[in-house]
Protein backbone atom coordinates (compact mmCIF):
# COMPACT_ATOMS: atom_id res chain seq x y z
CA UNK A 1 0.00 0.00 0.00
CA UNK A 2 1.83 3.06 -1.18
CA UNK A 3 -0.82 5.35 -2.79
CA UNK A 4 -4.28 4.15 -1.63
CA UNK A 5 -7.26 5.85 -3.01
CA UNK A 6 -8.32 8.20 -0.13
CA UNK A 7 -12.10 8.62 0.22
CA UNK A 8 -12.93 11.80 1.62
CA UNK A 9 -16.78 11.58 3.28
CA UNK A 10 -18.13 14.76 3.46
CA UNK A 11 -21.77 14.82 5.02
CA UNK A 12 -23.40 17.98 4.35
CA UNK A 13 -26.73 19.74 5.62
CA UNK A 14 -27.23 23.29 4.87
CA UNK A 15 -23.81 23.94 4.33
CA UNK A 16 -23.51 25.96 1.41
CA UNK A 17 -22.20 29.17 3.59
CA UNK A 18 -19.04 26.97 4.52
CA UNK A 19 -18.77 24.16 1.97
CA UNK A 20 -16.58 25.48 -0.75
CA UNK A 21 -13.68 26.29 1.86
CA UNK A 22 -13.85 22.82 2.86
CA UNK A 23 -13.64 21.37 -0.33
CA UNK A 24 -11.17 23.65 -1.76
CA UNK A 25 -9.23 22.34 1.31
CA UNK A 26 -8.91 18.75 -0.24
CA UNK A 27 -8.72 20.48 -3.66
CA UNK A 28 -4.96 22.01 -2.32
CA UNK A 29 -3.57 18.74 -0.84
CA UNK A 30 0.03 17.32 -1.60
CA UNK A 31 -1.26 14.14 -1.96
CA UNK A 32 -3.31 13.57 -4.35
CA UNK A 33 -4.88 10.75 -4.85
CA UNK A 34 -8.44 11.22 -3.61
CA UNK A 35 -12.11 11.10 -4.58
CA UNK A 36 -14.75 12.88 -2.71
CA UNK A 37 -18.32 11.65 -1.58
CA UNK A 38 -20.32 13.99 -0.85
CA UNK A 39 -23.83 13.35 0.73
CA UNK A 40 -26.58 16.46 0.64
CA UNK A 41 -29.13 15.61 3.39
CA UNK A 42 -31.79 17.46 1.70
CA UNK A 43 -30.35 21.10 2.37
CA UNK A 44 -32.43 23.86 1.65
CA UNK A 45 -29.94 26.23 0.51
CA UNK A 46 -27.42 26.18 -2.13
CA UNK A 47 -25.50 22.53 -0.97
CA UNK A 48 -26.52 21.11 -3.77
CA UNK A 49 -25.47 23.51 -6.11
CA UNK A 50 -22.19 24.17 -4.47
CA UNK A 51 -21.07 20.67 -4.61
CA UNK A 52 -21.66 20.56 -8.67
CA UNK A 53 -20.06 23.74 -9.28
CA UNK A 54 -17.17 22.24 -7.57
CA UNK A 55 -17.55 18.75 -8.39
CA UNK A 56 -17.33 20.02 -11.99
CA UNK A 57 -14.06 22.15 -11.75
CA UNK A 58 -11.53 19.05 -10.04
CA UNK A 59 -10.49 16.09 -12.21
CA UNK A 60 -10.32 13.70 -9.35
CA UNK A 61 -13.54 12.05 -9.02
CA UNK A 62 -16.37 13.64 -6.65
CA UNK A 63 -19.66 11.63 -6.25
CA UNK A 64 -22.36 13.90 -4.99
CA UNK A 65 -25.39 11.35 -3.70
CA UNK A 66 -28.76 13.69 -2.13
CA UNK A 67 -30.59 11.17 0.68
CA UNK A 68 -33.97 10.58 -0.17
CA UNK A 69 -34.82 11.99 3.46
CA UNK A 70 -33.17 14.15 5.85
CA UNK A 71 -31.64 11.70 7.96
CA UNK A 72 -28.65 12.93 9.78
CA UNK A 73 -24.75 12.64 9.85
CA UNK A 74 -24.38 9.33 11.13
CA UNK A 75 -26.46 7.86 8.38
CA UNK A 76 -25.22 10.02 5.46
CA UNK A 77 -21.99 9.07 6.66
CA UNK A 78 -22.73 5.44 6.02
CA UNK A 79 -24.27 6.19 2.75
CA UNK A 80 -20.86 7.84 1.82
CA UNK A 81 -19.07 4.84 3.16
CA UNK A 82 -21.35 2.55 0.86
CA UNK A 83 -20.69 4.41 -2.53
CA UNK A 84 -16.83 4.89 -1.89
CA UNK A 85 -14.18 3.58 -3.92
CA UNK A 86 -11.16 4.16 -1.66
CA UNK A 87 -9.76 1.28 0.80
CA UNK A 88 -9.23 3.99 3.44
CA UNK A 89 -11.68 7.25 4.62
CA UNK A 90 -10.89 10.71 5.76
CA UNK A 91 -13.80 12.13 7.90
CA UNK A 92 -14.54 15.75 6.86
CA UNK A 93 -17.30 17.91 8.27
CA UNK A 94 -18.54 20.27 5.55
CA UNK A 95 -17.09 23.34 7.42
CA UNK A 96 -14.11 21.92 8.53
CA UNK A 97 -10.49 22.39 6.75
CA UNK A 98 -7.71 20.64 6.30
CA UNK A 99 -3.87 22.03 5.98
CA UNK A 100 -2.29 21.22 2.10
CA UNK A 101 -0.05 18.48 4.06
CA UNK A 102 -2.99 17.00 6.07
CA UNK A 103 -3.43 13.79 3.28
CA UNK A 104 -0.21 13.44 2.71
CA UNK A 105 1.31 13.02 6.43
CA UNK A 106 -1.82 10.52 7.23
CA UNK A 107 -0.95 8.44 4.14
CA UNK A 108 2.73 8.36 5.50
CA UNK A 109 1.76 7.21 8.85
CA UNK A 110 -0.42 4.36 7.88
CA UNK A 111 2.38 2.70 5.23
CA UNK A 112 4.87 2.80 8.08
CA UNK A 113 2.87 -0.05 9.64
CA UNK A 114 0.69 -2.47 7.81
CA UNK A 115 -1.42 -3.14 11.30
CA UNK A 116 -2.88 0.31 11.65
CA UNK A 117 -5.97 0.26 10.83
CA UNK A 118 -7.04 4.09 11.62
CA UNK A 119 -4.97 7.00 12.08
CA UNK A 120 -5.46 10.84 13.39
CA UNK A 121 -3.84 14.31 13.13
CA UNK A 122 -3.93 16.82 15.63
CA UNK A 123 -6.54 19.23 15.73
CA UNK A 124 -6.41 22.96 15.65
CA UNK A 125 -9.72 25.16 16.45
CA UNK A 126 -10.88 27.77 15.16
CA UNK A 127 -13.55 30.49 15.75
CA UNK A 128 -15.30 31.44 12.75
CA UNK A 129 -12.49 31.96 10.27
CA UNK A 130 -9.57 30.08 9.58
CA UNK A 131 -7.35 32.93 10.77
CA UNK A 132 -8.90 33.40 13.99
CA UNK A 133 -7.25 29.76 15.77
CA UNK A 134 -8.21 29.33 19.71
CA UNK A 135 -6.94 25.96 20.70
CA UNK A 136 -4.29 24.02 19.72
CA UNK A 137 -4.51 20.01 20.70
CA UNK A 138 -1.71 18.89 22.71
CA UNK A 139 -0.70 15.06 22.55
CA UNK A 140 1.68 13.88 25.10
CA UNK A 141 3.98 10.86 25.00
CA UNK A 142 1.95 9.90 28.10
CA UNK A 143 -1.37 10.10 26.72
CA UNK A 144 -0.30 8.24 23.55
CA UNK A 145 1.42 5.34 25.86
CA UNK A 146 -2.20 4.79 27.61
CA UNK A 147 -3.71 5.59 24.75
CA UNK A 148 -6.94 3.59 25.46
CA UNK A 149 -7.37 5.15 28.65
CA UNK A 150 -6.33 8.47 26.99
CA UNK A 151 -9.50 8.21 24.50
CA UNK A 152 -11.91 6.70 27.15
CA UNK A 153 -11.22 9.91 29.42
CA UNK A 154 -10.87 12.54 26.34
CA UNK A 155 -7.47 13.35 27.22
CA UNK A 156 -6.92 12.26 23.63
CA UNK A 157 -10.03 14.12 21.80
CA UNK A 158 -9.93 12.33 18.10
CA UNK A 159 -12.11 15.17 16.01
CA UNK A 160 -14.11 13.33 12.69
CA UNK A 161 -12.11 15.64 10.46
CA UNK A 162 -8.50 14.34 11.61
CA UNK A 163 -9.13 10.76 11.15
CA UNK A 164 -8.81 8.30 8.61
CA UNK A 165 -9.89 4.70 8.72
CA UNK A 166 -9.28 1.88 6.74
CA UNK A 167 -13.03 1.19 5.00
CA UNK A 168 -12.40 -2.75 6.14
CA UNK A 169 -12.67 -1.99 9.69
CA UNK A 170 -15.26 0.89 9.28
CA UNK A 171 -17.33 -2.13 7.87
CA UNK A 172 -16.30 -4.32 10.35
CA UNK A 173 -17.48 -2.87 13.25
CA UNK A 174 -20.24 -1.62 11.81
CA UNK A 175 -20.22 2.31 10.97
CA UNK A 176 -21.75 4.13 12.90
CA UNK A 177 -25.02 4.60 14.99
CA UNK A 178 -27.60 7.43 15.30
CA UNK A 179 -28.49 6.78 19.00
CA UNK A 180 -25.15 8.57 20.53
CA UNK A 181 -25.77 11.88 18.40
CA UNK A 182 -23.69 13.92 18.20
CA UNK A 183 -21.31 12.27 19.83
CA UNK A 184 -20.93 9.31 17.13
CA UNK A 185 -17.51 9.73 16.40
CA UNK A 186 -16.34 9.44 19.75
CA UNK A 187 -18.83 5.93 20.08
CA UNK A 188 -17.28 4.31 16.76
CA UNK A 189 -13.25 5.08 17.79
CA UNK A 190 -14.62 3.22 20.99
CA UNK A 191 -15.67 0.12 19.08
CA UNK A 192 -12.11 0.41 16.59
CA UNK A 193 -10.10 0.85 19.51
CA UNK A 194 -11.94 -2.17 21.57
CA UNK A 195 -11.45 -4.55 18.64
CA UNK A 196 -7.92 -4.44 19.04
CA UNK A 197 -7.36 -2.39 16.09
CA UNK A 198 -4.36 -0.36 15.78
CA UNK A 199 -4.75 3.61 16.10
CA UNK A 200 -1.63 5.56 15.44
CA UNK A 201 -1.48 9.57 16.03
CA UNK A 202 0.61 11.10 12.64
CA UNK A 203 2.06 13.85 14.91
CA UNK A 204 0.92 16.63 12.64
CA UNK A 205 -1.57 19.41 13.96
CA UNK A 206 -2.77 19.37 9.81
CA UNK A 207 -6.83 19.46 10.85
CA UNK A 208 -8.85 22.67 10.98
CA UNK A 209 -12.08 22.02 13.10
CA UNK A 210 -14.66 25.39 13.14
CA UNK A 211 -16.37 26.47 16.38
CA UNK A 212 -19.39 28.79 15.93
CA UNK A 213 -19.15 31.80 17.75
CA UNK A 214 -23.91 31.26 18.26
CA UNK A 215 -24.30 30.80 21.79
CA UNK A 216 -27.57 29.71 22.16
CA UNK A 217 -26.91 26.86 19.46
CA UNK A 218 -23.91 26.29 21.36
CA UNK A 219 -25.08 25.17 24.57
CA UNK A 220 -28.07 23.14 23.42
CA UNK A 221 -25.43 20.93 21.74
CA UNK A 222 -23.61 20.85 24.88
CA UNK A 223 -26.61 19.44 26.68
CA UNK A 224 -27.30 16.95 23.80
CA UNK A 225 -23.62 16.15 23.82
CA UNK A 226 -23.70 15.27 27.36
CA UNK A 227 -26.93 13.11 27.18
CA UNK A 228 -24.81 11.63 24.39
CA UNK A 229 -21.79 10.51 26.40
CA UNK A 230 -24.15 9.14 29.29
CA UNK A 231 -25.15 6.71 26.79
CA UNK A 232 -21.91 5.60 25.11
CA UNK A 233 -19.89 5.44 28.43
CA UNK A 234 -22.70 3.35 30.01
CA UNK A 235 -22.83 1.20 26.53
CA UNK A 236 -19.35 1.05 26.93
CA UNK A 237 -18.86 0.88 30.76
CA UNK A 238 -17.86 -3.31 30.00
CA UNK A 239 -14.90 -1.98 28.37
CA UNK A 240 -12.45 -4.19 30.87
CA UNK A 241 -9.08 -2.45 29.35
CA UNK A 242 -9.98 0.68 31.07
CA UNK A 243 -9.50 0.60 35.58
CA UNK A 244 -13.12 0.08 36.55
CA UNK A 245 -11.62 2.82 38.65
CA UNK A 246 -11.92 5.04 35.58
CA UNK A 247 -15.19 3.45 33.84
CA UNK A 248 -17.22 4.63 37.07
CA UNK A 249 -15.89 7.81 37.45
CA UNK A 250 -16.25 8.85 33.44
CA UNK A 251 -20.04 7.44 33.58
CA UNK A 252 -20.30 8.96 36.99
CA UNK A 253 -18.85 12.75 35.91
CA UNK A 254 -21.45 12.67 32.50
CA UNK A 255 -24.53 12.10 34.97
CA UNK A 256 -23.08 15.02 37.14
CA UNK A 257 -22.39 16.94 34.17
CA UNK A 258 -25.88 16.80 32.53
CA UNK A 259 -26.89 17.63 36.14
CA UNK A 260 -25.00 20.82 36.31
CA UNK A 261 -26.73 21.96 32.88
CA UNK A 262 -30.02 21.54 33.51
CA UNK A 263 -30.65 22.47 36.82
CA UNK A 264 -31.88 25.06 36.67
CA UNK A 265 -34.71 24.44 34.00
CA UNK A 266 -35.26 21.14 35.59
CA UNK A 267 -34.31 20.41 39.42
CA UNK A 268 -36.00 17.13 39.59
CA UNK A 269 -34.18 15.67 36.13
CA UNK A 270 -30.90 16.99 38.31
CA UNK A 271 -31.62 15.77 40.99
CA UNK A 272 -32.38 11.79 39.27
CA UNK A 273 -28.88 12.45 37.33
CA UNK A 274 -27.25 13.33 40.84
CA UNK A 275 -28.13 10.48 42.32
CA UNK A 276 -27.07 8.34 39.50
CA UNK A 277 -23.68 9.64 39.75
CA UNK A 278 -23.56 9.38 43.81
CA UNK A 279 -25.02 5.60 43.26
CA UNK A 280 -21.93 5.34 40.74
CA UNK A 281 -19.16 6.63 42.25
CA UNK A 282 -19.49 7.60 45.82
CA UNK A 283 -17.29 10.44 46.31
CA UNK A 284 -17.73 13.27 48.18
CA UNK A 285 -18.58 16.05 45.41
CA UNK A 286 -21.42 13.71 44.08
CA UNK A 287 -22.57 13.16 47.38
CA UNK A 288 -22.64 17.38 47.90
CA UNK A 289 -24.25 17.89 44.54
CA UNK A 290 -26.90 15.43 45.04
CA UNK A 291 -28.02 16.69 48.79
CA UNK A 292 -27.63 20.10 47.26
CA UNK A 293 -30.45 19.47 44.18
CA UNK A 294 -32.45 17.51 46.98
CA UNK A 295 -32.77 20.37 49.63
CA UNK A 296 -33.20 22.93 46.92
CA UNK A 297 -36.23 20.86 45.73
CA UNK A 298 -37.72 20.78 49.15
CA UNK A 299 -37.29 24.59 49.34
CA UNK A 300 -39.56 24.84 46.02
Not at 105 to 122: E, F
Request: glycine share 4%.
Amino acid sequence: MINPLISVIVPAYNAAEFLQETLESVKQQTYSNWEIILVNDCSTDATLQKANEFSQGVSNVVKVITNEKNSGVSVSRNVAVANASGSWLALLDSDDVWLPNHLETLVATITQDATIKMAYAGCLVFLDKVENIIFKQEISVAMLQDFNVSLFTHQIGINPCTAIIEKKTWESVGGMIQEVHPAEDKELFFRIARTGNKIAYSGHHTALYRKHSSGNAASNNEVKMVLALIKIYAKHFDWKEIPLKIRMEQLASTHLGYARLVHKNDLKTAKQHSLKAFQINKSVKNASYFTGYYLWSLLG
